[in-house]
């Protein structure tokens, strides 16, 4: 059967249509011999997400994003996307949308839900979930140190402001003549730093005599200390221990009135009669210097004894 030059025109031009359109789906990334499932979801704000994004299961690409229309009604962004897995994805599982990179749009991670056994079909939508991206959760953290950093460049503002207002012109002044004095003080505590210098250089054989003493004393010293060490103080320290107390008990005898000078310390009547002892010794030494004949009288023919004449400064009673 011979083919006639039209019907060969027309294969052709029907190949090539069809080669185009698979082209172009290709080109796409559809293509037309593979079975997709289709699945929706909604999302308040896609934030980037574009058409052809990846759609990932467990960081494995399994499709993408086909179309995002806006639902005219309530104003959401419906998100078509085409799925090639032999995956059973559940009806409850979730779509989240995630930032990979820093740079670059958003896409779309299945997370699924394996405690639900009912398999989701082409048609069916998915619960819409959003992940917070690095750039996003950078910014919520510098949120509050924005506001303190613009606190404290507040305060900054402030007090500069408040050191202005007192560093006026009679302050700055004061200032400049503390510096000036400051200066004065110290050109010429640099005089003085010289003239010690002077006098050290000067006096340098002196003080090195004098250390040298220095060096002699405290080798003496340690002799002596050395010599202290070896001598056996622990008797001695006991025997002195030994005497303290025997001392503080005659103290608190004598205290408490104990023995012959307790008596005498303590007892007034004691005291009076020693005193009046004493006093009447004295007296009788005065009339034996002042009449010595009284006691000792010789006699050789036998003469009286004179009688006794109390002497005048008598002040016994």
């Known amino acids: 059967m011979k083919i006639s030059r039209e019907i060969k025109t027309a294969i052709l031009v029907i190949s090539a249509i069809l080669l185009f359109i698979w082209g172009y789906s290709f080109l796409k990334g559809r293509d037309l011999f593979t079975d997709y499932k289709t699945f929706y979801v909604e999302y308040d704000n896609v934030e980037g997400l574009a058409p052809s994004a990846p759609v990932t299961l467990n960081g494995l690409t399994i499709g993408k994003v086909n179309t995002i229309k806006i639902n005219n ?17 559940s009806k409850t ?8 990179s820093l740079v670059g749009g958003k896409q779309i991670a299945i997370i699924p839900n394996t405690a639900d056994t009912s398999v989701a079909e082409t048609g069916d939508y998915l619960k819409a979930s959003n992940k917070m991206g690095l750039t996003d959760s950078l910014a919520m953290k510098m949120e509050p140190l924005t506001d303190k950093i613009d606190k ?3 305060n900054a503002n402030i007090m500069i402001t408040n050191v202005n207002q007192v560093l006026d012109a009679k302050t700055k002044e004061n200032l400049r003549s503390s510096l000036a004095n400051l200066n004065q003080v110290m050109a010429e505590f640099k005089e003085v730093a010289k003239s010690t210098n002077s006098m ?13 003493n220095v060096e002699k004393a405290s080798a003496n010293f340690s002799k002596v200390s050395d010599s202290l060490a070896k001598i056996n103080l622990g008797p001695t320290v006991k025997s002195l ?3 303290m107390a025997n001392v503080d008990k005659m103290m608190a005898e004598l205290e408490s009135g104990k023995g012959t000078m307790g008596k005498l310390l303590k007892d007034e009547t004691m ?8 006093k009447e010794l004295e007296l009788l030494l005065q009339d034996l210097r002042l009449n010595p004949t009284r006691y000792v009288n010789v006699s050789l023919f036998g003469k009286k004894n004179k009688p006794y004449v109390a002497p005048k400064n008598d002040t016994i009673k």
């Open 73 to 89: 009604k309530t104003g959401k962004l419906l998100v078509e996307m085409q799925l090639k897995s032999d995956f059973p994805i």
């Open 93 to 100: 599982s979730a779509a989240e949308l995630y930032a990979p």
């Open 152 to 154: 404290l460049l507040e």
């Open 200 to 212: 050290l250089a000067e006096n340098k054989s002196k003080i090195g005599s004098t250390m040298t």
């Open 241 to 243: 221990e030994k005497t």
């Open 271 to 278: 005291y009076n009669n020693f005193t009046k002892t004493s």
